[in-house]
Antibody, heavy 121, light 110 residues
C-alpha cells in the first residue's frame, strides 16, 4: 500500500527555521507531483505548496512565498519543505500528499499522518 | 483565488438516511474536458483522505454509497444509507488553478 511519512516537525521560536521531509519508497516517486498541505489547530486544510514530478514547477500559497521552499530529491524518494522566518500563524500539522496521477497535477490521493510544527515564543 | 463555500457546516443525520453536502465555487471549475473538484473526508484523529475526484469518480475503496455530482460552480456530495463510520468532516477542494483552495468543511454527526 502506498504510504508517505513526514518528519522534521517541532517547536521553534518565531523567525527561526525548520525543514520538513517526506519519504516513500513504494511507488514511482519520481513520476508524481507532490504537495504540502497544513492544518492549523481547529481549522480546515490549507494547501501550502506543490512541486512537479521533475522539480521544474513549484507553486506556493501567497502567505509563504519568499519564506518556504519546496524541493525534492528523486534519487532518495524524498520531498522537502524548507521553512524560514517562521511565524506564529505557521503553527499547524503539515501533511505531505502524493498526486493522484503521474506527470501532471491531478489532486492529492495519498496523505501522510502529518508532522506538527509549533511556532511560539 | 477561487473561493469555495460549503453548506451546511454541520449536518446531523440518522443512520440509514441520506446526507447531502453542497459546495459552490466562485468561478467555474471546468478545465477543458474535466471538472477539477475533489471531496475529502477527515475522520476524527486522522488525516484527510480522498473520497471523490473529478466531481464524480470514487477513489479506490470508497463505498458506492458515496456519490458526487455537479458542474460549473455547483457541486454536491451525497451519502446514501449513512453509517456510523461516516462521521467526520467533509471538505471540497478545487484544483482548477493554484492556489488549491478548500471549503470550510461540513461536520457530519450521527
Amino acid at each position: 500500500q502506498v504510504q508517505v511519512v513526514e518528519s522534521g516537525g517541532g517547536v521553534v521560536r518565531p523567525g527561526r527555521s525548520l525543514r520538513l521531509s517526506c519519504v516513500d519508497s513504494r511507488f514511482s516517486f519520481s513520476s508524481f507531483g507532490m504537495h504540502w498541505v497544513r492544518q492549523a489547530p481547529g481549522k480546515g486544510p490549507e494547501w501550502v505548496a506543490s512541486i512537479s514530478y521533475d522539480g521544474n514547477k513549484k507553486y506556493y500559497v501567497d502567505s509563504v512565498k519568499g519564506r518556504f521552499t519546496i524541493a525534492r530529491d528523486n534519487s532518495k524518494n524524498t520531498l522537502f519543505l524548507q521553512m524560514n522566518s517562521l511565524r506564529v500563524e505557521d503553527t499547524a500539522v503539515y501533511y505531505c500528499a502524493k498526486d493522484r496521477l503521474p506527470h501532471n497535477f491531478y489532486g492529492m490521493d495519498v496523505w501522510g499522518q502529518g508532522t506538527t510544527v509549533t511556532v511560539s515564543s | 483565488d477561487i473561493v469555495m463555500t460549503q453548506t451546511p457546516l454541520s449536518l446531523p443525520v440518522t443512520p440509514g438516511e441520506t446526507a447531502s453536502i453542497s459546495c459552490r465555487s466562485s468561478q467555474s471549475l471546468f478545465d477543458g474536458d474535466h471538472g477539477t473538484l475533489d471531496w475529502y473526508l477527515q475522520k476524527p484523529g486522522q488525516s484527510p483522505h480522498l473520497l471523490i475526484y473529478t466531481i464524480s469518480y470514487r477513489a479506490s475503496g470508497v463505498p458506492d454509497r458515496f456519490s458526487g455530482s455537479g458542474s460549473g460552480t455547483n457541486f454536491t456530495l451525497n451519502i446514501n444509507r449513512v453509517e456510523a463510520e461516516d462521521v467526520g468532516v467533509y471538505y471540497c477542494m478545487q484544483r482548477r488553478e493554484f492556489p488549491y483552495t478548500f471549503g470550510q468543511g461540513t461536520k457530519l454527526e450521527i
